[in-house]
């Protein structure tokens, strides 16, 4: 059962007499089990709530509303619950691959299909019951986001080291009879998920269209911290543009048969594989966009109307601050060229940051560490620091390394600003730095942190 903290005054639940402190014990005859049970119960036009009153009795309340409008109640604990945790044991897993030490929440490992569909995170489906699997259809939860990785069943067993892996087929061809749809990821293991395996699952997940909408390709996250973990070398360049071909291969075929591209590979991969970068038009509305797939050419679009739509003069020789933008190593080539491009005459220089606390083969700005950091930038003749917030714990505090960030300001001795990770936010930080010289929360953060 679930109790009811709060009604919401005048709301619907409200006017139908539900009070703080009663007990959902049943909504249209079901018991609730989560939130995705309630939204899908409580949607519907006529609505039967059976309550338990704090003084035993129980009152059955029909309620009349109009479609999917919210009964404006609040409960005393998540409907949700706590995260399900993963039932697997991915030879790539980069939870895996952390160090010691670090925050509690760096090493959890959820695998949750209720978050996949409020939220858009990618699950494996192994630790869903047939039961389970049977309230996914009942609830018509749709889109899911599905790492698949392969659909060769010996393979994608043998990756993810969970013999339950082996009905992923079973049921994405289920989710396309039921007419539910479902995005794809496929973190890619050179010699073990590429190549002929990779046609093969390409072409499984493209016979699934049009339940299963796209496909993203990942090259596999390798840190220094594998012990006792299987073997597994990063891509080469070589290997990357293999893995292009393949992608362009089923690129035309997907467009022969849906109409749409289908298969996206990460921005990862183009990097490694020096590749140029593909037009807007090619991501077809960037559905992969949280799986990194599309974002360095969403980025340098935003700068570029930014650039149209707010430029800004620069006079060279007049007092500006100098710049320096830190990132990680694969984004440095195209940080280099868009500010040459759009802070144009301006001291600007762009540091890429070795990963020396993950390992070289780690590559990306949101995993750069205080530390490093601290160790690269101290001494760059610079008046100011750009950050991408991505680095950043979502409080805005914490570095993965649990250094904050007036920590590393000290240490580096320049001040530090982090802005969001979009075109025109860098485009205003790299042509207005005046405005981040002196920013009053870090200011007070900063101050905060020597007492």
Same mark, same amino acid.
């Given at each position: 059962?679930?109790?009811?903290?709060s009604?919401?005054?005048?709301?619907?639940?409200?006017?139908?007499?539900?009070?703080?402190?009663?007990?959902?014990?049943?909504?249209?005859?079901?018991?609730?089990i989560?939130?995705?049970?309630?939204?899908?119960?409580?949607?519907?036009?006529?609505?039967?709530l059976?309550i338990?009153?704090?003084?035993g009795?129980?009152?059955?309340?029909?309620?009349?509303?109009?479609?999917?409008?919210p009964?404006?109640?609040?409960?005393?604990?998540p409907?949700?619950?706590?995260?399900?945790?993963c039932?697997?044991?991915?030879i =790539?897993? =980069?939870?895996?691959?952390?160090?010691?030490?670090?925050?509690?929440?760096?090493?959890?490992?959820?695998?949750?299909?209720?978050?996949?569909?409020?939220?858009g995170?990618?699950?494996?489906?192994?630790?869903?019951?047939?039961?389970e699997?049977?309230?996914i259809?009942?609830?018509k939860?749709s889109?899911?986001y599905i790492?698949?990785h392969?659909?060769?069943?010996?393979?994608?067993?043998?990756m993810?080291?969970?013999?339950?892996?082996?009905n992923?087929?079973?049921r994405?061809r289920?989710?396309?009879?039921?007419?539910l &749809?479902?995005?794809?990821?496929?973190?890619?293991?050179?010699?073990?998920?590429?190549?002929?395996?990779?046609?093969?699952?390409l072409?499984?997940?493209?016979?699934?269209?049009?339940a299963?909408?796209?496909?993203?390709?990942?090259?596999?996250?390798?840190?220094k911290?594998?012990?006792?973990?299987p073997?597994?070398?990063?891509?080469?360049?070589?290997?990357?543009?293999?893995?292009?071909?393949?992608?362009?291969?089923?690129q035309?075929?997907?467009m022969?048969k849906?109409?749409?591209r289908?298969?996206?590979?990460?921005?990862?991969?183009?990097c490694?594989?020096?590749?140029?970068?593909?037009?807007?038009?090619?991501?077809?509305?960037?559905?992969?966009?949280?799986?990194?797939?599309?974002?360095?050419?969403?980025?340098?679009?935003?700068?570029?109307?930014?650039a149209?739509?707010?430029?800004?003069?620069?006079?060279?020789?007049s007092?500006?601050p100098?710049i320096?933008?830190?990132c990680? &190593?694969?984004?440095?080539?195209?940080?280099?060229?868009?500010?040459?491009?759009?802070?144009?005459?301006?001291?600007?220089?762009?540091?890429?940051?070795?990963?020396?606390?993950f390992?070289?083969?780690?590559t990306?700005?949101?995993?750069?560490?205080?530390?490093?950091?601290?160790?690269?930038?101290?001494?760059?003749?610079?008046?100011?620091?750009?950050?991408?917030?991505?680095?950043?714990?979502?409080?805005?505090?914490?570095?993965?390394?649990?250094m904050?960030?007036?920590?590393?300001?000290?240490?580096v001795?320049i001040?530090?600003?982090?802005?969001?990770v979009?075109g025109q936010?860098?485009?205003?930080?790299?042509?207005?730095?005046?405005?981040?010289?002196?920013?009053?929360?870090?200011?007070?953060?900063?101050?905060?942190?020597?007492?």
């Amino acid at each position: 059962m679930q109790r009811v903290f709060s009604v919401e005054p005048g709301g619907i639940a409200y006017r139908y007499g539900v009070e703080p402190g009663d007990e959902i014990e049943s909504v249209n005859g079901e018991k609730l089990i989560d939130e995705i049970d309630y939204q899908a119960l409580t949607s519907r036009r006529r609505v039967t709530l059976l309550i338990r009153k704090p003084d035993g009795t129980h009152k059955e309340v029909d309620i009349l509303k109009p479609s999917h409008a919210p009964l404006g109640l609040q409960f005393d604990k998540p409907l949700i619950g706590d995260p399900r945790s993963c039932a697997n044991h991915c030879i =790539f897993c =980069f939870i895996d691959q952390m160090p010691p030490g670090m925050r509690e929440t760096l090493y959890v490992k959820d695998d949750d299909w209720r978050m996949s569909l409020m939220m858009g995170n990618y699950v494996t489906l192994t630790n869903v019951s047939d039961r389970e699997f049977e309230r996914i259809i009942r609830r018509k939860a749709s889109p899911l986001y599905i790492s698949v990785h392969a659909t060769d069943p010996e393979v994608r067993v043998a990756m993810m080291r969970q013999k339950l892996a082996v009905n992923l087929m079973p049921r994405l061809r289920r989710l396309k009879q039921e007419e539910l &749809t479902f995005h794809c990821q496929i973190v890619l293991c050179p010699g073990v998920n590429d190549g002929t395996v990779l046609e093969q699952t390409l072409q499984d997940l493209l016979d699934l269209s049009p339940a299963a909408v796209s496909a993203a390709l990942v090259p596999v996250g390798l840190t220094k911290f594998r012990e006792d973990l299987p073997q597994i070398a990063p891509y080469t360049k070589e290997q990357a543009q293999q893995v292009l071909d393949i992608a362009v291969r089923f690129q035309k075929i997907a467009m022969q048969k849906t109409g749409s591209r289908f298969v996206f590979p990460a921005d990862e991969l183009l990097c490694i594989a020096q590749a140029d970068l593909p037009d807007a038009d090619y991501y077809e509305g960037y559905p992969q966009i949280e799986n990194g797939v599309g974002m360095i050419r969403m980025m340098e679009d935003q700068l570029r109307e930014a650039a149209m739509l707010t430029p800004h003069q620069f006079k060279p020789g007049s007092a500006t601050p100098r710049i320096a933008v830190a990132c990680g &190593t694969s984004i440095f080539p195209y940080i280099t060229r868009w500010t040459k491009e759009f802070a144009a005459g301006r001291p600007v220089t762009v540091h890429p940051i070795e990963n020396s606390f993950f390992g070289d083969t780690v590559t990306v700005s949101g995993l750069v560490v205080g530390q490093d950091l601290v160790r690269q930038l101290h001494g760059v003749p610079a008046d100011l620091v750009l950050l991408p917030d991505s680095m950043l714990s979502h409080d805005g505090e914490h570095f993965l390394d649990n250094m904050t960030l007036p920590e590393v300001e000290r240490a580096v001795g320049i001040p530090l600003r982090t802005i969001p990770v979009t075109g025109q936010a860098l485009y205003d930080a790299l042509n207005a730095p005046h405005l981040l010289m002196k920013s009053p929360d870090h200011e007070k953060e900063s101050q905060d942190a020597h007492v």
